[in-house]
């Protein structure tokens, strides 16, 4: 029997294959060998986050830990998991709304299920959310759509995601300021995710306006990446070749643009609302232990989390997270023991749930046989 991570979703006999199916099927499979290889740098980030989850809790607040647990309501812990299910379907209608620019049509549920897979593949292999819009380039063209204007889609995505949470990241920022408890880490990590929004849509604009230059400009950053590796080890890290390719499937993709940029407001908003889903699941984590909270409590300790899980160098900050969320609730006038429980409730739902399904769902990618939609022109 094969391993569950080779590609079984359509049975081909080798004598009918095409050479260009082979080498579709062939850089899936690599695709999906290439996500198991990284497992190994998760668990890594997985060790480091048992390291800090050890440390909180032998800081003589073992005792105070235990009493909060015994408070406990479920009740509220099942409803924040549900809200995260729901969380799902939300995420996969942003997807959709995105796709429809670019005239691409697809069920919510079905890019929900993909974009769960992303979301998995983004944390066993962090690269910046690239590992996740390659996955939907390489379902789309499963599916018969364009894999550039999916490229476009993803990558918009992330875009969009990052404006909306900038609106959160804004108003935690006021609450934090009228608390006079804004500091140094947070400006830095506020900017430094300013800097990757701003990144992101000057490649997207430039590959709007000119394919040309988009593919000149990746092959130069590939180019000086390239020459410090070498420092370290030889061979080439980055391909020259494939940063024209990608800028080639991006102007592509922008070529299907179906709606006015006015239309982008729309995703956003979807976005917004995926955010105010995930700060009622950190409600619910407050009312599971009969923590007492405002407003103000939920959406700034939510921003300063969400903040660093985008900033953070390790997969979906696991690690970090941990580490700075209870720092954040303590600030906000939250008991240290009573913030440590509620970040791990927090973190439990919204974390380690999506990870289960999403290797669930990047699973079913591959055994469930789907029929191929019409190719957009």
């Known amino acids: 029997m094969s391993p569950w991570w080779v590609a079984a979703d359509v049975e081909v006999k080798p004598a009918k ?3 260009r199916e082979y080498k579709e099927q062939v850089k899936t499979c690599s695709f999906i060998l290439c996500i198991m290889l990284a497992m190994k740098k998760f668990f890594v980030a997985f060790i480091l986050f048992l ?3 050890v440390v909180v809790l032998s800081l003589g607040e073992l005792e105070t830990i235990l009493s909060t647990l015994e408070h406990a309501h479920l009740q509220y812990f099942f409803l924040a998991v549900i809200v995260q299910l729901i969380w799902f379907v939300s995420s996969g ?5 995105v796709f429809h620019l670019l005239g691409v049509h697809e069920s919510t549920l079905t890019l ?4 769960m897979a992303a979301n998995f593949i983004n ?3 962090p690269t910046a959310g690239m590992g996740g819009v390659a996955l939907f380039a390489s379902e789309a063209r499963r599916r018969g759509h364009p894999a550039g204007k999916a490229t476009v889609a993803a990558a918009l995505f992330l875009l969009l995601d990052q404006a909306a949470f900038l609106v959160i990241l804004s108003l935690g920022l006021l609450i934090l300021v009228r608390r006079n408890d804004l500091d140094a880490g947070e400006i830095s990590a506020s900017l430094f995710l300013f800097g990757i929004a701003i990144s992101y849509a000057f490649i997207l604009y430039l590959g709007y306006r000119s394919e ?4 000149n400009l990746l092959a130069k950053v590939a180019h000086w990446i390239n020459r410090i590796v070498n420092i ?12 024209h390719e990608f800028a080639h499937e991006v102007s592509d993709g922008f070529s299907g643009l179906t709606e006015k940029p006015s239309s982008l407001f729309r995703p ?4 917004i609302f995926d955010k105010g889903l995930l700060m009622l699941v950190l409600m619910f984590a407050f009312l599971s232990f009969e923590v007492p909270f405002s407003m103000d409590t939920i959406v700034a300790g939510f921003s300063i989390a969400y903040l660093f899980l985008i900033v953070s160098p390790t997969p979906s900050g696991i690690g970090i997270v941990e580490g700075i969320m209870p720092i954040a609730l303590s600030s906000l006038n939250v008991n240290w023991s009573q913030a440590v429980v509620i970040t791990l409730t927090y973190r439990a739902v919204t974390f380690w749930i999506p990870l289960a399904f999403g290797a669930w769902a990047f699973r079913s990618l591959h055994t469930i046989t789907e029929v191929p939609a019409p190719s957009e022109t």
């Open 17 to 19: 294959r095409s050479n």
């Open 51 to 53: 390291g800090i989850v």
């Open 93 to 97: 209608r942003m997807y959709q709304s």
């Open 112 to 115: 929900s299920r993909i974009a």
């Open 123 to 125: 944390i066993v292999a």
């Open 212 to 215: 040309e230059k988009l593919g």
């Open 232 to 243: 370290f080890r030889k061979g080439e890290y980055l391909s020259e070749v494939r940063a």
């Open 268 to 271: 956003i908003l979807w976005g």
